[in-house]
């Protein structure tokens, strides 16, 4: 494996929801990505964010990672769940709510 | 760089034949989309995998050529 992927290997079986995005989450750089932390913000669950416009190693290797061509990105439990569009379908379908709660990562620690 | 829109489809209806494709230009720029693909070749694949065979028929020009593309795919009723 080279660097960066096992970088993102680690990063994303070490989080249990986490955004790879343009931008932070408080500052999002692109209107995907602040599609995507408004869906997770209403969620109301805790989740880490890893801004690739800080690093291109990652802002490139995520997409070959993943074999998805475009940030933002989400993973949980380890496992890709799909960009803003399809967060947005599950979310509307009410089907990343139900995912979340059977992986168990329903409610952020407080 | 701009790319028009019947262009997008070209390429997506090659890849999917079956498809039909409505594509709105949301910025009027050429360069921000969105685009609904049903196919009933999608029965029973996730949608990760669905959005993936549209990224597919666009041969890498998504996140390039073509900046934003709001993507939602379905199955025929």
Redesign the interface.
């Known amino acids: 494996m080279t660097d960066a992927r096992t970088r993102i290997d680690e990063i994303v079986k070490s989080n249990d929801i986490v955004l790879f995005m343009k931008g932070t989450a408080l500052f999002p750089q692109c209107g995907f990505s602040s599609r995507a932390i408004a869906i997770l913000d209403h969620l109301g669950v805790g989740f880490e964010t890893v801004d690739v416009l800080q690093d291109p190693e990652i802002r490139q290797g995520i997409k070959d990672y993943s074999d998805w061509p475009t940030v933002p990105q989400l993973y949980v439990k380890g496992e890709f769940l799909g960009g803003s569009d399809i967060m947005m379908e599950m979310f509307e379908a009410g089907e990343l709510q139900q995912l979340l709660e059977e992986k168990q990562v329903a409610r952020a620690p407080s | 760089m701009p790319m028009p829109a019947d262009q997008i489809e070209t390429l997506i209806r090659a890849g999917i034949p079956d498809a039909r494709i409505e594509i709105v230009d949301l910025a009027g720029d050429g360069d921000h989309y969105e685009a609904r693909v049903v196919s009933e070749s999608f029965r029973g694949q996730p ?2 995998r669905q ?2 065979r549209v ?1 597919e028929t ?1 041969g ?1 020009r ?2 390039t050529e073509l900046h ?1 593309l ?3 795919t379905a199955i025929p009723e």
């Open positions: 949608r990760v959005h993936q990224y666009l890498g998504m996140g934003a709001k993507l939602s």
